[in-house]
């Protein structure tokens, strides 16, 4: 893929320095550069214009290289996909009060999504006679870190320079550490202005390294071998299995030893929907029928245990089958806090394992090695004859309900999902983001997540495009074709990320789902005013993004950007997905606008 020539913004006028930090914020510029932080998202503020200073002149905008938003809970959302397309950390800069505030929605995300992020910020001077009138008051705040401090693993304020490294090395170990998670650090501008003694040692960050994720107990381990091995029906729902690939690829191993159906509970793409023991879109019939369930980083144990909710109550009613057996591999005790209730309800578990499934997965396959026998062994056999045909006729009537959806008076969300897909399965391409499964179910084939990043978070609407802007970025030098689907919703909430597209040269498909609504919320209307007796009609008020509708092609176009449509039929996407994957491969960032149906006609 051709990528076009990058915008690296380098200082007009390289500050000749000796190389040794003179000031509090070089210090942390020193930190960044040795933790290897590649980039550091921000939106500029006084409260760190010590930093912005050290970045440019003091570090010459390089490792980390400063990526400017427009909004800041962009800023932490952009972090939060790096991490997911790479693996790699990222810093978030916010200005004081008001700037952090504005990235709180994107820190829940985060913190819900378990990955890390190492935010900071600016506060004060803490020192009151030292304050500017007015503006350094109303932008300085006792503690800080106090306003995310339940969706956060940890926030400081070191009180002094010589504190500042252990507080940045700590903060971004606590960040990385498994159950990963977002850390905020603030930096009193005072600190960030002081002068430096003349000689300073920098630590060594590899002496504060953090440690390899937990082991799991071998007695457990062998006690859900034993369990596995002699089931007549095992269940596995595969959570964030596919934060790595590796373990992905050992749970196929796993699932094709034991035989064993895999649901897909959608936080990671944690299982090859190719597969023949991919049953995602039969949970509820193998939950009747599994006398063992496996649990791999479920974040909602509880309720994927449940019949589906039924949204006009609110309720969903627990299936309870007699002699079910749970296992359940999970670290996520370790990061529970009482601000919010991200933790669900409280699963019913025969064998708790403390340990991630990437560890946790090649010991259990081995411990199931061992454990078959030749009875297991003709169980097992007789098993995936029997599964392979049900998917076999599950995929045939997926297929056929996406057919009857293909000619519609409006697009519909499957036909559009299957056009994507044609357009991109010969590519080298990856989804950032996009509800496939949901769409148009069986359609896609994804092999894991190196083919699609998965969903999970906190539910934001207008989070994703920050994210997917950020994963773009760690993919930008890859070759690789990043594509996302997105809502007319959420893409409007952060509609201004087009910018940083533009600007850094971050290539992307973004298909945007265009229903003139928010849709989701529509539906909810549809239902409590039928229940109540009230007209439903009245469900698209203040719902419908119509009169004017949104022209997403224009405005991505005033970015100097490819934008496509509105494709109104049909007929016309294909053409459109293939001529903005062409500006794609250019290096530019495209965006598909098509009109579709609401999801009510499906
Ligand atoms: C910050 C935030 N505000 C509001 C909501 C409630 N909400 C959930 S889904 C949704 C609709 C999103 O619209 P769109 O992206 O167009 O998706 P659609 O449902 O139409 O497919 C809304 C408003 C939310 N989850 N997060
Ligand atoms: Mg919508």
């Known amino acids: 893929m051709a990528i076009a020539e990058r915008r690296t913004e380098v200082p007009v006028k390289v500050h000749d320095q000796s190389g040794e930090p003179e000031w509090g914020s070089d210090l942390i510029m020193d930190m960044l550069r040795l933790l290897d932080i590649e980039y550091a998202a921000v939106l500029p503020g006084s409260t760190f214009r010590g930093i912005h200073d050290s970045a440019v002149n003091y570090t010459a905008n390089q490792r980390p290289e400063f990526i400017l938003c427009n909004h800041e809970m962009i800023t932490v959302s952009l972090a939060r996909g790096y991490f997911r397309a790479s693996g790699k950390p990222m810093v978030a800069i916010v200005h004081n009060v008001v700037g952090l505030l504005n990235t709180a929605m994107t820190i829940y995300d985060a913190w819900c999504d378990r990955v890390p992020v190492i935010i900071l910020g600016g506060t004060g001077p803490l020192d009151s006679t030292a304050r500017r009138p007015w503006i350094d008051w109303i932008h300085t705040a006792n503690v800080q870190g106090n306003f995310v401090r339940g969706i956060t693993k940890w926030d400081d304020q070191p009180g002094s320079v010589a504190s500042i490294p252990e507080s940045i090395m700590r903060g971004h170990r606590i960040a990385v550490t498994e159950p990963a998670g977002p850390v905020y650090v603030c930096f009193d501008v005072d600190l960030q202005e002081e002068a430096l003694p003349n000689s300073y040692t920098l630590p060594d960050v590899g002496r504060y390294r953090p440690a390899a994720?937990?082991?799991?107990?071998?007695?457990?381990?062998?006690?859900?071998?034993?369990?596995?091995?002699?089931?007549?029906?095992?269940?596995?729902?595969?959570?964030?299995?596919?934060?790595?690939?590796?373990?992905?690829?050992?749970?196929?191993?796993?699932?094709?030893?034991?035989?064993?159906?895999?649901?897909?509970?959608?936080?990671?793409?944690?299982?090859?929907?190719?597969?023949?023991?991919?049953?995602?879109?039969?949970?509820?019939?193998?939950?009747?029928?599994?006398?063992?369930?496996?649990?791999?980083?479920?974040?909602?144990?509880?309720?994927?245990?449940?019949?589906?909710?039924?949204?006009?109550?609110?309720?969903?009613?627990?299936?309870?089958?007699?002699?079910?057996?749970?296992?359940?591999?999970?670290?996520?005790?370790?990061?529970?806090?009482?601000?919010?209730?991200?933790?669900?309800?409280?699963?019913?578990?025969?064998?708790?394992?403390?340990?991630?499934?990437?560890?946790?997965?090649?010991?259990?396959?081995?411990?199931?090695?061992?454990?078959?026998?030749?009875?297991?062994?003709?169980?097992?056999?007789?098993?995936?004859?029997?599964?392979?045909?049900?998917?076999?006729?599950?995929?045939?009537?997926?297929?056929?309900?996406?057919?009857?959806?293909?000619?519609?008076?409006?697009?519909?969300?499957?036909?559009?999902?299957?056009?994507?897909?044609?357009?991109?399965?010969?590519?080298?391409?990856?989804?950032?983001?996009?509800?496939?499964?949901?769409?148009?179910?069986?359609?896609?084939?994804?092999?894991?997540?190196?083919?699609?990043?998965?969903?999970?978070?906190?539910?934001?609407?207008?989070?994703?495009?920050?994210?997917?802007?950020?994963?773009?970025?760690?993919?930008?030098?890859?070759?690789?074709?990043?594509?996302?689907?997105?809502?007319?919703?959420?893409?409007?909430?952060?509609?201004?990320?087009?910018?940083?597209?533009?600007?850094?040269?971050?290539?992307?498909?973004?298909?945007?789902?265009?229903?003139?609504?928010?849709?989701?919320?529509?539906?909810?209307?549809?239902?409590?005013?039928?229940?109540?007796?009230?007209?439903?009609?009245?469900?698209t008020v203040a719902m419908r993004m119509q009169d004017p509708e949104v022209d997403f092609a224009a405005i991505t176009k005033t970015f100097g950007l490819h934008g496509e449509g509105p494709v109104k039929s049909a007929a016309e996407l294909p053409g459109a997905l293939s001529r903005a994957i062409a500006a794609v491969k250019e290096g530019q960032l495209a965006v598909v606008d098509v009109w579709t149906e609401t999801r009510e006609h499906a």
């Not at 509970?265 to 369930?293: C, E, K, N």
């Not at 340990?355 to 946790?360: G, H, I, M, R, Y």
């Open 213 to 539: 994720p937990p082991e799991p107990d071998r007695g457990a381990l062998r006690e859900a071998a034993q369990l596995l091995v002699r089931a007549e029906m095992p269940l596995c729902l595969a959570g964030r299995v596919g934060a790595s690939a590796q373990a992905v690829r050992t749970l196929v191993e796993l699932a094709e030893l034991l035989a064993m159906p895999v649901v897909d509970t959608g936080t990671r793409w944690s299982f090859p929907t190719p597969h023949a023991l991919d049953f995602t879109d039969m949970r509820t019939d193998f939950l009747r029928q599994a006398d063992v369930v496996l649990g791999l980083e479920v974040m909602d144990l509880h309720g994927s245990m449940r019949l589906p909710v039924n949204y006009t109550t609110r309720r969903a009613e627990v299936l309870e089958v007699e002699n079910q057996k749970v296992i359940s591999v999970s670290v996520d005790e370790l990061i529970h806090g009482g601000q919010t209730t991200d933790f669900q309800a409280l699963p019913a578990v025969d064998v708790p394992i403390l340990a991630n499934s990437a560890v946790t997965l090649p010991l259990l396959l081995e411990e199931c090695r061992q454990a078959l026998d030749a009875g297991a062994q003709a169980r097992i056999d007789r098993r995936r004859q029997a599964l392979v045909e049900k998917q076999a006729a599950q995929r045939q009537k997926q297929r056929e309900a996406v057919q009857k959806l293909w000619d519609r008076p409006q697009i519909s969300e499957a036909r559009l999902a299957s056009d994507v897909w044609q357009a991109v399965k010969g590519e080298d391409f990856i989804f950032t983001w996009g509800r496939l499964r949901r769409m148009a179910p069986g359609v896609a084939e994804i092999s894991g997540p190196e083919q699609h990043l998965g969903e999970g978070g906190g539910g934001a609407v207008g989070a994703t495009p920050g994210m997917v802007l950020g994963a773009g970025l760690a993919l930008r030098d890859s070759g690789r074709l990043p594509v996302c689907i997105l809502g007319d919703g959420e893409t409007m909430s952060s509609i201004q990320a087009l910018w940083t597209a533009a600007h850094y040269h971050i290539p992307g498909l973004w298909v945007i789902n265009n229903n003139h609504s928010y849709y989701n919320d529509e539906n909810h209307q549809d239902l409590i005013a039928k229940f109540r007796n009230r007209p439903p009609e009245n469900k």
